[in-house]
């Protein structure tokens, strides 16, 4: 079965310093990764994926994140951190096995950047 | 037009009532899914439409009725709901039908209270 798992339920930075979230995955066949940020009282933002080709992925608001096929990760990093980057991420995948309709998110990552 | 529009963003009902949830998308995104999220909890599928079909039913209770009127409107139709039912439900649509490749862009949900 697919799963992401994301093994921070908070992560606290100061504004400036580079951040990152972290997310393992484990999938059948080929990952189709994803990472969505979700800001209080408002629906999700998709921010990047990784589907196939370079194993570093660029994504909106500065962010990118990092696949590791051998350590099944796919850590998403910003080099430096903003207050309003403060919210809740969560790492997704595509369930192939259901033709890809199905997508199962991690149960979040809170960031919080100090300013 | 790069949004999912729901309506309405607030939504308090009776146990007893009849009401509807309401989402639009001119994208011309073709699968169209409907989410319920509680509190700093990922968001759980409910419905998958793919080509204004149902295609898949997360074991939903049938006190919630999905209809897709055609490609642009998803609808989600409540009646005699539970206090438990109270959460953020989230519509979201993609490009795809059955391929993993594209992220979902979400509306920014309707907050549901039963009372």
């Known amino acids: 079965a697919q799963s992401v798992a994301q093994p921070e339920d908070q992560v606290n930075v100061a504004e400036g310093n580079p951040l990152t979230v972290k997310c393992t995955y484990s999938v059948s066949g080929n990952p189709y990764l994803f990472w969505y940020v979700q800001y209080p009282n408002r629906g999700l933002q998709f921010l990047l994926k990784?589907?196939?080709?370079?194993?570093l992925v660029k994504g909106s608001y500065g962010f990118e994140a990092e696949f590791n096929k051998s350590q099944t990760s796919f850590h998403l990093k910003k080099p430096s951190a903003l207050v309003s980057d403060s919210a809740l991420y969560f790492c997704?995948?595509?369930?192939?096995?259901?033709?890809?309709?199905?997508?199962?998110f991690g149960a979040g990552t809170r960031l919080f950047v100090k300013a | 037009d790069t949004e999912v529009t729901q309506t309405p963003k607030h939504l308090v009902m009776g146990m007893t009532n009849k009401k509807s949830l309401k989402c639009e998308q001119h994208?011309?995104?073709?699968?169209m899914y409907w989410y319920k999220q509680k509190a700093k909890k990922p968001p759980e599928l409910m419905f998958v439409?793919?080509?204004?079909?149902?295609?898949i039913n997360e074991s939903v209770p049938s006190r919630f009725s999905p209809e897709c009127p055609n490609s642009s409107l998803l609808n989600l139709h409540l009646h005699a709901l539970q206090p438990e039912d109270s959460a953020l439900y989230l519509c979201?649509?993609?490009?795809?039908?059955?391929?993993?490749?594209?992220?979902?862009?979400f509306g920014s949900g309707t907050r549901l209270t039963v009372v």
């Open positions: 994208m011309g995104h073709r699968a």
């Open positions: 997704a995948v595509r369930d192939y096995n259901t033709g890809g309709f199905k997508t199962i």
């Open positions: 979201a649509s993609s490009q795809e039908s059955g391929g993993p490749n594209y992220g979902y862009t």
């Open positions: 990784y589907i196939t080709g370079d194993n």
């Open positions: 439409y793919s080509y204004e079909k149902l295609s």
